[in-house]
């Protein structure tokens, strides 16, 4: 394992060659014209900073499988566009103000009109996936439409269950509750799906698609854990999003959780009633008060400590599934990013 | 033709028949478990009462070109599914307060769950297409995802263009603005779309996919008109839909834009001003003021006269386009539906 320090620039110049790689790609995809309020607005995030994370992924696990970048930059477009989509509608069903550093589409456009958004960046995602037939033959493309929305349902489903927690204001979870959500919500679309559709455009081979998964499923975790701590701790100016935005959300974080299990019960009561209401009955008096006692009680610090127990486990499973690719440029990406994602600061 | 009363019995039947073989196919195919505030919720408005025509335009289409409804029943759920994905999200756009003569989904649940479940929706519509690749091969499955992607961005489109006038109170529209807002945002995926695919799974044929095309983008432009009309002149027992509801949400129908062109200097600035506002600011008095305007300027009547022209357009593609299968009981119902669509009631 090489000094953190190197590795770590290396992630960042390889995270930014793809990032551009892609991003470049989808921007010049977008269609000009047509009606106001929809396809300058979809180019709105990919335009905003991103880490580019899914994308480089998906063109990582594709070179590592042997494949060009060529050969992976659909299927990389395609996740960067559900990515985007993703966070829109996000923003909207959690009533967050600040995406990457700038107001969240629907605080700038409205409801109606960033769905809208969200719906035709979806939908320019199918078309590049459909645009894979020609380069990878039908069957190939099948499985790519198949294992789309085997992502698709799982987003789906963790999203729900997430609302859902806050809509019933459930306060009984633990960490295993936390994992699941966290396997569907974001280690799928974030990890999973890029290193199943990069290796199979790389291999043309279905069998071969989900050796990266249990890599891709820790590797989210740590990812969301970090997210979660960044929202608590973390410098807005880098950060991007409104700092303690989820505690206003009422977000089951694995933070939230251990306070619960590790508070007073006097505590508990204050919280319970706390997340019981809407985020508009919610005060700034009251989130400072959840800040601090998670803090006080050292949740955010243990919770790092579960994501770098996760970033290793990722890296041992990486290690395992990548072989003799490990010691290949993108092999060692891949690995180092696993060291990345729980000590990057935006 | 028939005398009307014989026709439109005719029609409910078969819009009877051909709605329930097709809901209760979508229905069983709901998944059962899952997280809370999903799946049971997708089969929420499928199980309101609606008039099913999208799934009777595909099936009566797919059986008038020679198939079977077996062989249709796949893209007519297909169809059904988007169509209640659609209604979803409109109602969350548009901020409606009654679908199918009960809450709308998001007035019920919040729109984190709403937009959610109409994201769900939309992909159970995308594997019943994929479904069909066994049945139909791969080749014409093929072509129906492309059918698919083109309605979804129609749309979508359609959307954006409706969502930005509102937004940006464009005032200054005439009946050839509304009619091409129309064509993307409700003849493609109402009529034109079930019938492309109806076709094209009954034929195999790609390129007679377009005969129908004319006749479902004015029979579309017709029901929508009705639609507007009947949200001002309906029964909310029958309509389901609250009565005005369009001036609320500040659409401009057809109706409207005709007001705009005959009101006084006076009676445009004041709805010009009325529609400048949001939702939330307008109120009770202007609605009825306005309501009471469009009826004493005859403007629902003048409209209803355009939808009835349009239907008769449309009969008379429909009779081209069929040939011998007019004579048919499904050409006769394609035909006989350009009656129901202006004379319906709900």
Chains 1, 2 share one sequence.
């Not at 014209?33 to 594709?62: F, H, M, T």
């Not at 999203?159 to 396997?183: S, T």
């Not at 019960?265 to 809407?278: A, D, K, M, N, P």
Request: charged share 25%.
């Amino acid at each position: 394992m090489p000094p953190t320090g190197a590795g770590q620039d290396h992630v960042t110049r390889t995270l930014a060659h793809y990032r551009t790689l892609t991003i470049d790609t989808l921007l010049a995809d977008v269609p000009t014209g047509g009606p106001r309020y929809l396809y300058d607005l979809v180019a709105e995030y990919p335009r905003r900073w991103g880490k580019g994370l899914r994308a480089a992924l998906c063109l990582a696990a594709c070179r590592a499988f042997g494949g060009t970048p060529a050969v992976g930059l659909n299927a990389a477009v395609t996740v960067e566009l559900f990515h985007n989509a993703f966070l829109i509608h996000d923003d909207i069903q959690d009533q967050s103000e600040q995406r990457r550093g700038a107001r969240t589409l629907h605080g700038e456009y409205g409801v109606g009109v960033a769905l809208n958004v969200g719906n035709m960046t979806n939908l320019l995602a199918l078309q590049r996936l459909a645009a894979n037939r020609q380069a990878l033959g039908s069957q190939v493309s099948w499985r790519l439409f198949e294992e789309t929305q085997l992502m698709l349902r799982h987003s789906v489903e963790g999203q729900a269950i997430e609302v859902g927690w806050i809509r019933d204001n459930v306060c009984d979870l633990d960490a295993d509750d936390y994992y699941r959500m966290c396997l569907k919500k974001t280690s799928w679309y974030t990890c999973i799906y890029p290193c199943r559709t990069g290796i199979l455009v790389a291999t043309g081979r279905p069998d071969a698609v989900d050796v990266l998964d249990r890599y891709g499923w820790y590797l989210g975790a740590a990812f969301q854990i970090q997210d979660d701590a960044l929202n608590l701790v973390g410098d807005y100016a880098r950060y991007g999003k409104e700092i303690a935005g989820d505690l206003w959300e009422g977000k089951r974080t694995l933070i939230l959780i251990d306070f619960l299990r590790r508070c007073t019960g006097q505590e508990r009561e204050r919280l319970v009633s706390f997340l019981g209401r809407t985020r508009a009955e919610r005060t700034a008096s009251e989130v400072r008060w959840l800040h601090r006692r998670l803090l006080a009680y050292d949740c955010v610090e243990s919770a790092r400590c579960s994501a770098r127990e996760l970033a290793a486990a990722a890296r041992a499973e990486g290690e395992r599934a990548l072989g003799p690719a490990a010691d290949t440029e993108d092999g060692r990406f891949l690995l180092d990013l696993t060291d990345y994602v729980v000590e990057r600061s935006r």
